[in-house]
């Protein structure tokens, strides 16, 4: 999009009228794939809120039997590459690895790698991401788990200067200069496993209430994605 406008007579400085900005035009729905081992409350939140988002559709596959079921339909991992690389975002919540064929969760790497796909990492409860930390996902992890007993507290979230600044951690009104104060109202976190970032990793947002701030949200970039 370029915006030019017409100088009067008296303009000295011609080469500051012309302005050109990119705009990006989405023609279709963003495609999302949620896998979780049980419906938990994150599965039922999301999925409301992805399901009335006009801006997405989804597909949620609960495992069964402690297996991941693959296929053709809506309710199942894809079974190939070329159906995988027609989602746009994966959201791994916190499902064993050994629900999991290496041949599904290799297909998951060269989806970030290749495809340049976005993927979510959702643990839980039960911290079943950290079994990753040896399978095709492992590099993917932006950070690694420095001890296997999670805290048990009252913490606050903390936006970092590099998440005050990301769009998709903007609870503010539009128009308003009140991101912060949105968050700090928030529910505290009353459980975290700790862990520190990864080389290349960056911190966005942080639970504070133990003697230093805990990550909470952290990303890279792997490959493409």
Do not use: C, M
Not at 41 to 67: F, H, N, Q, S
Request: aromatic residues 8%; negative net charge.
């Amino acid at each position: 999009l370029a915006v030019e406008l017409v100088p009067p007579e008296s303009d000295l400085d011609a080469s500051n009228n012309r302005a050109e900005h990119l705009v990006f035009a989405a023609l279709r729905r963003h495609q999302v794939l949620y896998v979780e081992d049980r419906p938990r409350w994150e599965w039922r939140y999301l999925t409301a809120l992805l399901e009335r988002d006009p801006k997405w559709d989804l597909d949620a596959v609960l495992v069964e039997r402690g297996a991941l079921p693959r296929g053709p339909a809506p309710n199942q991992f894809p079974d190939s590459r070329e159906r995988l690389f027609g989602y746009d975002l994966e959201i791994l919540g916190d499902l064993a690895v050994t629900g999991w064929d290496p041949g599904a969760l290799q297909l998951l790497a060269d989806f970030v790698a290749d495809r340049g796909g976005g993927l979510v990492l959702l643990d839980g409860a039960r911290r079943h991401l950290a079994g990753y930390a040896d399978s095709p996902l492992g590099p993917l992890f932006p950070v690694r788990v420095t001890d296997e007993e999670e805290l048990i507290g009252d913490f606050a979230w903390a936006l970092t200067p590099a998440g005050a600044e990301h769009a998709a951690l903007d609870l503010g009104q539009p128009g308003e200069d009140n991101n912060e104060s949105a968050w700090a109202d928030l529910p505290s976190a009353r459980r975290i496993t700790r862990t520190a970032p990864l080389p290349g990793a960056e911190v966005l947002l942080e639970l504070a209430g133990g003697p230093t701030n805990l990550p909470a949200v952290v990303w890279r970039r792997y490959g493409a994605g």
